[in-house]
């Protein structure tokens, strides 16, 4: 977005700008999206605490402990870790009292890996953290 933008989320903008790139090939649409690869995600996974605050407290006592040597993390907006055919991220909600957790990955088997590695860290920092995944 920050590509001939102001550099926050915008629909309509990312709707023209993927109206743009449709023009500028010469694939039809569905042709075009025939190329982009395919993936599996799960859907945004929240866990609730009882009060605000604590998702931050769990996220900062998370990165101090958190131990994935098969993937490569990165820090800005929560704990996301990049694996070779996938991705697990947990961040804390700005909004509400919660976390907020995704993953992604080229096929299912990958994706529970992923989930169990964050189960087990994510355990490790919370025993009795309740983990819907």
Not at 10 to 21: P, T, V
């Amino acid at each position: 977005f920050k590509e001939r933008w102001y550099g926050f989320d915008d629909a309509l903008y990312s709707a023209a700008r993927l109206l743009e790139i449709i023009a500028n090939q010469n694939l039809s649409s569905s042709e075009l999206f025939a190329t982009l690869p395919n993936s599996l995600s799960t859907p945004e996974i929240n866990i609730h605490f009882k009060e605000d605050g604590a998702q931050h407290k769990f996220m900062q006592k998370f990165a101090s402990v958190v131990d994935l040597p098969d993937a490569k993390i990165t820090t800005i907006d929560g704990i996301r870790a990049d694996y070779k055919n996938g991705w697990g991220l947990v961040r804390a909600s700005n909004t509400t009292p919660s976390l907020v957790i995704r993953f992604e990955a080229d096929d299912e088997s990958v994706i529970e890996n992923i989930k169990n590695d964050f189960r087990q860290q994510m355990s490790k920092t919370d025993s009795d953290l309740q983990l819907p995944f």
